[in-house]
């Protein structure tokens, strides 16, 4: 699987990469998505319109934090170049944190139960995820280490695991299989924590494969935060699942 250029075209002198292009299709077809699905959680597409505006910015502060944290080394010398997101440098992990921290102020604000918007959103966040992987083929980077697979993605004439794809794949099947448990909830927040869960152990596992790794010490930041996150949304599934049942019964 050779890789194609990151520049997809260019306007007065300004290129526009193909990173760019992937992730903004995927916001935007998460958000059709979402505010067609609104009316079955009994939101408006409105309503997710407004909180797109405010959530979406926050998400690619957070992301663009997160990734600056783990990396002051390079940014604590030149703080100007923590704006330049041109060069790279967003992270998954922080992105989510304060978009679904940002969401759910916003709930409390707007009296909308957080729990029962994330349960709508979480399916197509996975879409968007799936879809944004790509941008990381084109530039060559989030790649694993050395493999002779088939589907290796060629760099430099060495072929490494294509962990965006192992990604992009997982994201689209949890994309179809949260659709399906929406429709059939138990309770209001088991699709998000579903969502966590499966997400975070899908992320676990592939970033054992990656070379480019943020650190905590010796440990990959994103595997420790994998863990906590299975662990937390276990025993929250665990706690709202025995709570509706006794509602029921």
Known sequence: MPVPEPVAFSIFGLDIMWYAILITSGIIIATAISCYRAPSHGLTSDQILNFVVICIP???????????????DIYGSNVIKILNIREGGLAVHGGLILGFAVAVLLCRLWKIRPLNLMDLCVPTIALAQSIGRWGNYFNSEAHGGPTDLPWAVMIDGQ???????????????????????????????????????????????????????????????????????????????????????????
Request: aromatic share 20%; proline share 2%.
């Open 58 to 72: 926050a998400a690619v502060i957070g992301a663009r934090a997160y990734y600056v944290l783990f990396n002051w």
């Open 159 to 249: 072929g490494y695991h294509p962990t965006f794809l192992y990604e992009s794949i997982w994201c689209f099947l949890l994309f179809l299989f949260l659709l399906y448990i929406d429709k059939h909830r138990k309770f209001e927040g088991q699709v998000v924590l579903l969502y966590g869960m499966l997400y975070s152990l899908e992320r676990f596992f592939v970033e054992a494969l990656r070379t480019d790794s943020l650190m905590i010490g010796p440990f990959k930041q994103a595997q420790v935060l994998s863990l906590c996150i299975i662990l937390v949304c276990l025993i929250l599934y665990v706690f709202l699942y025995r709570k509706a049942k006794k509602r029921t019964a």
